[in-house]
C-alpha cells in the first residue's frame, strides 16, 4: 500500500484530537534547536509558507521544506532546524493520537515527507483553522477538527496526484467511468480495454492509485448506493438490488450484510 494510502487510513481509524494551531516565521539563517535535548511531545503537520528550512529529526534525518512542502509526523524526536537565508514561514498543526500503542497511530507518529502542492483552497483552509482555533467550545473544537481533516485530506491528494504523475489523470477517469455505469453488469475487462491495459495491469494500477482493487471499489460503491436507496423507506430489496446491477435479490442480500453487516431487509423496514 503506498505511504499516503496507509497515512488517510490511519487518521481515519486512529482517534486523535487535535491541538494548537500556530502560524510562525523564523529568522533567517537561523538554528532552532529547542527539541535537540528535549524530544517533541506532539505530531504534527508542518505546511510551508514562504522561504526555506531544513527540518533534521535525531540527527539523521533531514528533510528541506519550502512554500507548499509539508511533513506529517514527528512525535518523541530529537529536532533541529537551519533556516535558509530568507527566512521560513510556516503553518503548524498539533495534534495526538490517543492511542501510541495502536499500529495506525504510530504511523500517524512517524516522519512523512510530503511534496508541494500550489492549491489556493490550502491557504483558504489554513487561514480558517487559524480563526477556527480561537473560538471556544465544542462546536469551536468540531470546526477545528473538521477543517484538520480537510487540509491533511489535500496534502495527500496532491501527494498521491505527483506520485502518480500521467496515471493521475487516466485513474480518475476511470473512478468517474464506474461511478457512470455501476448498475450495469461490469468485468474488470472494459475499464481495461478503456485504457487500452491489459486486465491484471490495469488492476494492479488501479490499486496502487486508490488503495483498493478496481472489483472491491464497485463492489463498495453499489453497496453505498444501494444504502442510500433502502435508507428511503420507498423501494424493495429485489429492486434495489436491480438497480445496482444484482439480478439475484438473494445474492445481493447476503453481499449487502457482508460489507455493511446489516440485512438489506433490517434497513428497510427500519426506515419505513
Do not use: W
Request: with cysteine.
Amino acid at each position: 500500500m503506498e505511504r499516503y494510502e496507509a497515512l488517510a487510513q490511519a487518521f481515519l481509524q486512529a482517534p486523535f484530537y487535535v491541538e494548537g494551531i500556530y502560524r510562525t516565521y523564523l529568522e533567517p539563517n537561523g538554528v532552532y534547536r529547542g527539541h535537540i535535548d528535549k524530544p517533541t511531545t506532539r505530531c504534527g503537520v508542518v505546511i510551508g509558507l514562504k522561504g526555506e528550512a531544513t527540518f533534521t529529526f535525531n540527527g539523521s534525518r533531514s528533510i528541506p521544506l519550502s512554500a507548499g512542502a509539508s511533513l506529517i509526523g514527528g512525535y518523541n524526536m530529537h529536532l533541529e532546524i537551519e533556516v535558509g537565508s530568507e527566512g521560513f514561514e510556516y503553518c503548524l498543526l498539533h495534534y495526538m493520537p490517543e492511542n501510541l500503542d495502536m499500529q495506525e497511530a504510530q504511523l500517524l507518529a512517524d516522519v512523512t515527507q510530503l511534496g508541494k502542492t500550489c492549491d489556493p483552497l490550502l491557504h483558504q483552509l489554513m487561514e480558517q483553522l487559524l480563526h477556527a482555533a480561537q473560538r471556544p467550545g465544542a462546536i469551536g473544537q468540531l470546526e477545528k477538527k473538521s477543517l484538520f481533516y480537510r487540509i491533511v485530506s489535500l496534502l495527500l491528494q496532491a501527494e498521491r496526484q505527483q506520485q502518480n504523475g500521467q496515471l493521475y489523470p487516466v485513474m480518475e477517469e476511470m473512478l468517474q467511468f464506474i461511478q457512470a455505469h455501476y448498475m450495469e453488469p461490469l468485468t474488470l475487462k472494459q475499464p481495461a480495454d478503456r485504457c487500452q491495459l491489459k486486465p491484471k495491469y490495469f488492476s494492479a494500477l488501479f490499486q496502487k492509485f486508490a488503495g483498493i482493487a478496481p472489483i472491491d471499489y464497485l463492489i463498495q460503491y453499489r453497496m453505498d448506493q444501494a444504502q442510500a436507496m433502502l435508507m428511503t423507506g420507498q423501494y424493495t430489496v429485489a429492486a434495489v438490488a436491480r438497480s445496482v446491477g444484482y439480478h439475484d435479490p438473494y445474492y445481493f442480500s447476503r453481499l449487502y450484510k457482508k460489507h455493511k453487516g446489516t440485512p438489506p431487509s433490517q434497513v428497510m423496514q427500519s426506515a419505513k
